[in-house]
């Protein structure tokens, strides 16, 4: 397994190798790596400009966060078994027909509503988690402001996918409420939880967290009923060049 990077750069450098390597291979894998670089840029450059209350404090958040991905990532190219919603979406990556916002959606699922929490606790345990609150909060306008660019991106390599935003209105307001209001929030409730819960309950609360993000993940990747039709649809039409595909998600 690759040693975890120490600092911000070291976690956008590996990003950049599983990246060069996704499109190398042309595996999907790269499609989340691309949005997370693309995120994990703008923290770095927040932390520099000073907008972040405790910048010491997020960037050991930032790049103990990205330690779980690494890991599961590793594992995942081992032939280990990494967390299950890790699993799911490192296991779409080998199907044809999830698309690109699936990829991205599956991503975030396995990251924010797991990983999120477990990091958190970690960088701050007991009391101290309070003092990451305003920090934690302060990143989803970052996410925020991602969004657009990267649907915006999407729209490149899916010529179709505005089937979705016909039949689903406010597809943007969407995907961010489903990476920000619901995911953050939940994550950070699970945080504070975690991090001043004793050893027994909270290994409990995340073998049942997994268990529902898992759930969540194949409800993401299985689709049903008319919304199975129209992703389908949309793979039909949407570009198979995982190369170009990475390259359009990480332009700005």
């Known amino acids: 397994m690759t040693p975890l990077p120490q600092t911000i750069d070291e976690v956008i450098a590996r990003m950049d190798a599983i990246i060069a390597h996704s499109i190398e291979t042309g595996s999907r894998l790269g ?3 691309a949005l997370y670089r ?10 520099v400009d000073g907008k972040f209350a405790n ?3 997020l960037a050991k958040l930032a790049v103990t966060f990205a330690g779980r991905y690494f890991t599961a990532y590793d594992l995942y190219n081992e032939n280990k078994i990494p967390t299950a919603p890790w699993e799911v979406a490192f296991g779409a990556s080998k199907r044809r027909y999830p698309i690109i916002l699936q990829h991205l959606l599956l991503g975030m699922n396995a990251h924010i509503n797991l990983d999120l929490a477990i990091a958190s606790a970690e960088t701050s345990p007991g009391i101290d988690i309070l003092g990451l609150k305003t920090d934690f909060m302060q990143i989803n306008a970052l996410l925020a402001a991602q969004i657009p660019l990267v649907l915006k991106a999407i729209n490149k390599c899916s010529p179709f996918i505005g089937l979705v935003s016909f039949f689903y ?6 995907v961010t409420h489903f990476s920000l209001e619901i995911a953050r929030a939940y994550s950070w409730l699970l945080a504070e939880d975690l991090a ?5 309950v909270r290994a409990n609360r995340i073998t049942q967290t997994i268990g529902e993000v898992k759930l969540l993940a194949n409800k993401l ?4 009923g008319l919304v199975k039709l129209l992703i389908f649809i ?3 039409a949407e570009s198979n060049n995982v190369k170009k595909n990475i390259q359009a998600l990480m332009e700005n």
């Open 31 to 33: 499609y989340f790596a």
């Open 38 to 47: 693309r995120v994990t840029i703008q923290v770095r450059k927040n932390i």
């Open 55 to 57: 910048p010491e404090l």
């Open 169 to 174: 209105k406010d597809t943007e307001e969407k």
């Open 196 to 200: 001043t819960e004793s050893e027994p």
């Open 221 to 224: 990747l299985h689709t049903k």
């Open 234 to 236: 949309v793979a039909i």
